[in-house]
Structure formats: structure tokens, C-alpha cells
């Protein structure tokens, strides 16, 4: 059986992490499976739910596998992880992160390279490397950090600070609070929302946004009136803009129920 479980429904590839007796533990197979599974869904899919089987997302590393590691061995692991993240956070379709019970460590920084992240009431996050003498290796000093501030995750690691699911939505981690339970219905019907807009936006969205923020004012702003004139210009673009100029596009949903625009 794999260690992560792959199943589309309708456009939406949904990867299970199906480790639950070692609380999902991010062993070297299952992170050579979750790299197959993301292939997939970028052949397969318009956009991808991430969750985990059991009462934890993810304890992070597996430790057991990491006691007898070489220097050199230590190094390739962790580009190991940053190759399959990158698949994720810089691929070609979104990912919804349904997120409950523990988000620890490694399993931090993965729920970091998905897009957006949904979590239930139980939901924990904590950062223990300091505590076993080691360092975060999967993108987390880059991701984790740049979700939630240098400083933050500074406190996390030194102090062992547990984040309770109202802090991590404070401090940006989390953008919706789940029902008990209701994580993964949430990320689904979120995806298929997303999965419904332009594959070309969806893609610039997930890629273009993160270079823009990495690079300079001018050369931000530069990139992107490139990427505005090239998306302009398709014609699934003329189509969608027709649409709302006819009134046949779907209306946006504000939050009072009510419904406007299209
Ligand atoms: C594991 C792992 C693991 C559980 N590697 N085997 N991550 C950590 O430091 C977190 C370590 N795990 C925990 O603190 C706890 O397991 C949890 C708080 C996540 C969950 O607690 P609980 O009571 O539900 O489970 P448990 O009884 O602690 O664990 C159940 C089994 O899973 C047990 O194995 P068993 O054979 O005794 O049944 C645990 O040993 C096993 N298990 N977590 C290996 N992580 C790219 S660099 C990233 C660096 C990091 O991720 S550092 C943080 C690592």
C-alpha cells in the first residue's frame, strides 16, 4: 500500500498521508509516494486537497529513520524534501490543506507549501527541532517563516512554543477555521472552487505571486504588467470577460449571503 493514497473526484486530486500509526512521520518512501501522487494530480487534476489519515496532519521527520544519517546523507534528505515541496508549491495546480491534530515539524513546513490551509478546532503546531538538536530541512526556514515571521518561528524553535489553531489563523498559518471534523469538506469545496478558474491564472497565481514577492518594487511591478497583458490576451480570458459583460458568469459570494456583480 502506498503511504500516501491517491483519488481524484472530479478535478480534484485528493493525497491522503496514510501513515497514521507513526502519526503520519514523513519516512524516506513516503516522501518518494507523495512525490508520485503530486505528478499525478499535475497530470490529472485542475487543483489538490492534502490531508492526513488518523488523529494527526503530520508529526514531521521520521526520527527513526534519521539517528544514524551521515553529513552528506543528512544534505541529500533535505533537498529531497525541498524537490518534492517545490512540485507543490511551485507546480502547476493549487493545493488545500485540510489540517487537524498535530502540524509538527516537518509537517509544518508542508502544510507551508500548500496554498491555502483549513483547520479544525484540535489543530496544534510546534516546531521541535531545537528540542531534538536539529534544524527545520524541508523549506521551513523560508516557508514557515515567511507565513508567519522570522520572529515567530525564532520563538517556536527556541522555547518549544505549541501554537493553538487561533494563533496560527492570527499570525497567518491558517485562513479558515473548520468545524470538528469538517476540514477536509472545507478544502474540497474550496478546491473546486478553484478548480474552476482559468488553469493559466490558477498557475500564475501559485508561481507568478511568490517570485513577484521575493524580487524588487520595479522588478515586481515589471513582471507583473507582463504576466496581466499575457493572461489578457487568451481566449479563455475574451471568454470569461464576455461572460460577466452578458451577465452569465457566476456572482461573487460576499459574506453576508447576499450575492453581487455578473
Ligand atoms: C514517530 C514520530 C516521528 C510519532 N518519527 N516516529 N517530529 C517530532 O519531534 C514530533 C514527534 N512526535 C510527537 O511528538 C508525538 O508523536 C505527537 C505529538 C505528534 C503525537 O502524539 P501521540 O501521543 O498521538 O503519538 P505517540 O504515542 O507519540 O506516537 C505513536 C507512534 O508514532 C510511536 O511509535 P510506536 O512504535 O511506539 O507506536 C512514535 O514513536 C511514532 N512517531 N512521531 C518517528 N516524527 C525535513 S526536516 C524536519 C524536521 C522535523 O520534522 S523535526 C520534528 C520531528
Known amino acids: 500500500m502506498p503511504?500516501?493514497?491517491?483519488?481524484l473526484a472530479d478535478d480534484v486530486a485528493v493525497l491522503t498521508l496514510s501513515r497514521p500509526e507513526?502519526?503520519?512521520?514523513m519516512s524516506d518512501a513516503m516522501l518518494g509516494d507523495l512525490g508520485d501522487a503530486v505528478d499525478r494530480a499535475a497530470r490529472e487534476a485542475k487543483a489538490g486537497v492534502l490531508r492526513?489519515?488518523?488523529?494527526?496532519?503530520?508529526?514531521?521527520?521520521?526520527?527513526?529513520?534519521?539517528?544514524?544519517?551521515?553529513l552528506m546523507e543528512g544534505i541529500a534528505g533535505s533537498r529531497?524534501?525541498?524537490?518534492v515541496f517545490n512540485r507543490i508549491q511551485r507546480g502547476t495546480i493549487p493545493y488545500f490543506v485540510a489540517l487537524h491534530g498535530a502540524v509538527v515539524g516537518g509537517g509544518l513546513e508542508l502544510a507551508a507549501v500548500g496554498h491555502v490551509r483549513v483547520a479544525e478546532p484540535n489543530t496544534y503546531f510546534a516546531l521541535p527541532e531545537g528540542q531534538r538538536g536539529i534544524f527545520v530541512g524541508g523549506?521551513?526556514?523560508?516557508?514557515?517563516?515567511?507565513?508567519?515571521?522570522v520572529s515567530r518561528m525564532m520563538d517556536m524553535m527556541l522555547t518549544g512554543r505549541v501554537l493553538s489553531v487561533e494563533e496560527a489563523e492570527r499570525y497567518g498559518a491558517?485562513?479558515?477555521?473548520a468545524e470538528p471534523g469538517g476540514a477536509f469538506a472545507k478544502a474540497m469545496e474550496l478546491a473546486r472552487r478553484?478548480?474552476?478558474?482559468?488553469p493559466l491564472s490558477n498557475y500564475l497565481i501559485i508561481n507568478a505571486l511568490q517570485r513577484i514577492h521575493d524580487s524588487g518594487h520595479d522588478e515586481g511591478l515589471f513582471?507583473?504588467?507582463?504576466?496581466?497583458?499575457?493572461?489578457?490576451?487568451?481566449?479563455?480570458?475574451?471568454?470569461?470577460?464576455?461572460?460577466?459583460?452578458?451577465?452569465?458568469?457566476?456572482?461573487?459570494?460576499?459574506?453576508?449571503?447576499?450575492?453581487?456583480g455578473g
Open 3 to 7: 503511504l500516501v493514497t491517491y483519488e
Open 22 to 25: 507513526k502519526r503520519n512521520a
Open 52 to 70: 492526513g489519515e488518523g488523529q494527526h496532519f503530520c508529526a514531521g521527520l521520521d526520527l527513526a529513520e534519521h539517528v544514524d544519517k551521515s
Open 80 to 83: 529531497g524534501w525541498h524537490a
Open 139 to 149: 523549506g521551513g526556514s523560508v516557508n514557515v517563516a515567511r507565513l508567519i515571521g
Open 174 to 177: 491558517v485562513s479558515y477555521l
Open 194 to 198: 478553484a478548480a474552476g478558474n482559468a
Open 223 to 260: 513582471f507583473e504588467s507582463m504576466i496581466a497583458s499575457l493572461t489578457q490576451g487568451t481566449p479563455e480570458a475574451h471568454e470569461r470577460l464576455r461572460a460577466f459583460l452578458d451577465k452569465k458568469a457566476a456572482r461573487l459570494a460576499i459574506p453576508n449571503g447576499e450575492e453581487a
